[in-house]
C-alpha cells in the first residue's frame, strides 16, 4: 500500500470534508474485505487486493466512499475534529 503519510491524508482529508467531497457524517455500519482496486477516497491510492477495503455506508445511498485502514482512520479524526 503506497499511501500519503499520515501527515499529508490528514490535510487531503481535512480539505476534502471542508469542501464536502468526503461525508461529515457517521456510517451507519461498515463493510470490510479484500481491496478492488478501487482509489481510496482519502489518499487516491488504489485499494489493492493484498489491502483490505473499508467501505462505510450512510444512510443516503448515494454517499459511496472507500478507504485504506489508515486512512480511514485520518477520516474518522478529522471528522470528530470538525464537531
Given at each position: 500500500m503506497a499511501v500519503l503519510g499520515t501527515r499529508d491524508v490528514a490535510a487531503v482529508?481535512?480539505?476534502k470534508l471542508a469542501a464536502g467531497t468526503l461525508p461529515c457524517n457517521a456510517p451507519t455500519k461498515m463493510w470490510v474485505g479484500n481491496g478492488s482496486g478501487r482509489s481510496c477516497?482519502?489518499?487516491?491510492q488504489p485499494i489493492t487486493p493484498s489491502d483490505i477495503e473499508y467501505e462505510p455506508d450512510f444512510a443516503d445511498p448515494s454517499v459511496q466512499v472507500r478507504f485504506h485502514q489508515k486512512c480511514l482512520?485520518?477520516?474518522h479524526q478529522e471528522r470528530?475534529?470538525?464537531?
Open positions: 482529508v481535512r480539505e477516497d482519502a489518499c487516491g482512520d485520518v477520516w470528530a475534529r470538525r464537531v
